[in-house]
């Protein structure tokens, strides 16, 4: 634990001047009625704070006498009435600033800029286009421009030519630059990103103030936002305990005039109380500070460098109970590294990491640097010969490797060595009549269930043997997955790897089901099929062949290195293009719905203690045995009701940095989720109000306010 004598970073997020002057100015402007009706349950208080200001004013009008009202109690509860409404104002205010302090810095990323664009486009050769300066304002949907090292992106788009290192910090805070190429799922730039090295031509994907910084300020602004659905369902309840409360203390006036003409003692019940009485027993706490809870979500989202597009996938990130995960990048760390050679009969190991490292000099891959390694570290060296063809590797073939010449006697020869994926290798051997090993494919399918990839070697038509890729399964990930199965949700991994590895890597992984050799169609049909059983799905994706899924998923989540077509298609995008962030997302998105029923549980307990302070208040006159209600031992009528009134709008300020901050999820089950927040919340909500009003009576008290 942290010394406490540091502030912690929400609390001095909290305090900054630049967010507590704009809220505390919002908190008046957000008194017009036009502003307060949109909040039913506060409502009633802004109007029985006019009433009480209005019987206040008819107070002090009236003589001096016994009878009169006691307009200094009068306004003792009118000014803390008024205060219940400023502190709900404030908290969403708060809320709302961080956000749009978010979406001025990202305003502030948005430079004026010229760009080079395309005028004449030759048929042959892009350099001798004819590219010409041009306002990046100017620019429109299609058109193609020069980015050269240097140059800022105008617009966001897709690269059509070219490769090149981008600066993308400006975006997404990380400092380690990008490459962006033509084709593939790295060939979408965003606009006000830089290019460092070499060139891009760059065909715009949007118009001016459609780019997607553009939607990322229009997404955090707004966060004002719409509600969803369960924040519907929860103001339709709130709404209902209003009414319910407001018919009861409506029907208290005429009953304490029946009472005390029949008991001829005690005097009928003041307006002022039936309105303190109300607004302590509305559920005013969770109606206060519903909309910051609401705001902040999608502001903690902001702060996890992922934007959400409304508060409905936030809130719908908080409800998945699966989770589709791709397993490179996500569930192993993706570049396969070589684990061990497998010589086939008759094959010494020494032979066939000699070939593999030959077949693997040229090979710039991860996979193909580290079957040099690995053969280095057994003992081989080797340097590209003068003469030798280098055979990339191509979708076609599926092999690459080196025809590397050499000497037999007097003869001059070509070593044609290759290494590839097991079926093109054995078609490759067949078609030279050579013959493949049962041993070979013994090995092969041995490295397949262990989850690991083989790749073949042979020179000519003799088969040497296997070399094992192993794709490392990320250390922690199968905890993460005990955790999300405590929370009920079933996690499923997408590959395109054969089945028995994915089978391999899915039990080692911990993962609840697979899905191997995966096309869009595979993910678009499983997400349906899950949907239509009753379950909401999340996933994430970066490539134009995610996007049907992406769009099709209940909480889709972008990568922002991924292409534009699924950008779009996600309902947030995430700025680090960190797959497991979709994670954390649930995470936020369940501390948001645990944060709304928290405040909510605390916010119907309290209302115990102030039955017990002013039911007892305001017919004790009357009926002297309602006394023995009074278990605070509270001073007078009046000041257990200014207490009560008090307590119930401090109660919204306290608990502010809970609302922003959130209440932390753990994974440990509903059930026990439950418990846990009855316990804190629920008990919480019963015994910390009898604690406070019985502390502001003793203030009262002390000082002779009341």
Not at 7 to 31: D, I
Not at 346 to 369: H, I, K, N, Y
Not at 578 to 587: F, R
Not at 650 to 670: D, E, S, T, W
Request: charged share 15%.
């Amino acid at each position: 634990m942290q010394s406490t004598t540091k502030t912690s970073p929400w609390a001095a997020a909290l305090l900054k001047p630049a967010l507590l002057k704009p809220a505390l100015w919002a908190s008046l402007t957000k008194l017009s009625p036009n502003v307060q009706r949109r909040n039913p349950v506060m409502f009633v208080v802004y109007v029985g704070s006019i009433l009480t200001t209005l019987l206040w004013v008819y107070a002090l009008q009236m003589p001096n006498s016994a009878d009169a009202p006691n307009a200094g109690f009068i306004l003792g509860v009118t000014v803390w009435l008024w205060f219940t409404v400023l502190f709900a104002n404030f908290a969403e205010a708060l809320a709302e600033g961080r956000s749009k302090a978010q979406a001025a810095s990202l305003r502030g990323l948005k430079t004026s800029s010229w760009a080079k664009k395309l005028h004449e486009h030759p048929s042959t050769n892009m350099h001798l286009a004819k590219w010409l300066p041009e306002p990046a304002t100017n620019l429109r949907k299609g058109d193609v421009v020069l980015v050269s090292a240097g140059d800022m992106v105008p617009l966001d788009g897709e690269v059509i030519e070219g490769v090149a290192s981008v600066d993308e910090s400006a975006i997404t805070g990380e400092s380690a630059p990008v490459v962006r190429e033509s084709g593939g799922d790295f060939s979408a730039v965003t606009g006000g990103t830089t290019v460092l090295s070499d060139w891009l031509v760059v065909r715009i994907s949007v118009n001016p103030g459609e780019s997607f910084l553009d939607r990322m300020i229009s997404m955090v602004e707004g966060a004002k936002r719409q509600k969803t659905p369960n924040e519907i369902a929860l103001t339709i309840l709130l709404v209902a305990l209003t009414i319910v409360f407001l018919v009861v203390t409506v029907t208290l006036l005429p009953f304490s005039a029946f009472s005390v003409d029949a008991a001829q003692a005690g005097s009928v019940v003041s307006m002022t109380a039936l309105v303190a009485l109300l607004v302590c027993l509305i559920p005013t706490t969770i109606g206060g500070l519903l909309s910051a809870v609401g705001v902040a979500g999608m502001s903690r989202m902001m702060q996890a460098n992922v934007i959400a597009t409304s508060g409905r996938a936030v809130e719908a990130a908080g409800d998945v109970d699966v989770l589709l995960l791709d397993k490179t990048g996500t569930i192993t760390h993706g570049n396969r590294q070589a684990s061990a050679f497998l010589p086939a009969p008759g094959v010494s190991l020494a032979r066939l990491s000699a070939c593999a490292l030959q077949a693997s000099l040229a090979d710039e891959t991860p996979e193909g640097r580290s079957i040099v390694t690995l053969a280095q570290k057994n003992g081989q060296t080797a340097t590209a010969d003068a003469g030798t063809v280098v055979i990339p590797f191509t979708a076609q073939t599926r092999m690459s490797g080196a025809d590397v010449p050499g000497v037999e006697g007097s003869l001059q020869t070509i070593r044609s060595l290759r290494k590839g994926a097991v079926d093109a290798v054995r078609q490759h051997v067949m078609q030279q009549g050579g013959h493949w090993p049962t041993e070979v494919a013994r090995h092969a399918d041995e490295v397949a269930r262990r989850g690991s990839t083989p790749l073949a070697v042979c020179e000519g038509s003799k088969v040497l043997g296997i070399v094992e890729l192993k794709d490392v399964v990320k250390s922690g990930i199968k905890q993460r997955f005990v955790e999300l199965r405590r929370m009920g949700i079933k996690t499923v991994m997408i590959t395109g790897d054969n089945k028995l590895t994915a089978a391999a890597i899915a039990a080692e992984a911990g993962v609840d089901d697979f899905l191997a050799e995966a096309t869009p169609e595979d993910k678009l049909r499983l997400i349906r099929q899950y949907q239509s059983d009753g379950h909401l799905v999340a996933m994430t994706g970066d490539g134009t062949n995610d996007a049907p899924a992406l769009a099709q998923a209940d909480v889709a989540v972008a990568m922002n290195s991924g292409t534009q077509a699924a950008k779009e298609a996600g309902n947030m995008v995430d700025l680090d293009s960190n797959p497991t962030k979709l994670l954390e997302v649930v995470e936020t998105g369940k501390a948001l719905l645990m944060t709304r029923g928290s405040l909510t549980t605390f916010s119907i307990a309290n209302d115990v203690a102030k039955y017990f302070a002013i039911i007892p208040a305001i017919f004790v006159s009357t009926y002297p045995q309602l006394g023995a209600l009074n278990v605070m031992a509270l001073n007078s009528p009046s000041s257990a009701i200014l207490s009560a009134v008090i307590f119930n709008a401090l109660i919204i300020i306290f608990l502010i940095p809970l609302a922003l901050k959130g209440v932390r999820y753990q994974a440990i089950g509903a059930a026990a989720l439950l418990r846990r927040n009855l316990a804190i919340y629920g008990l919480g909500g019963l015994l910390v109000p009898f604690i406070g009003i019985k502390a502001i009576d003793l203030l009262l008290t002390v000082t002779g306010l009341v």
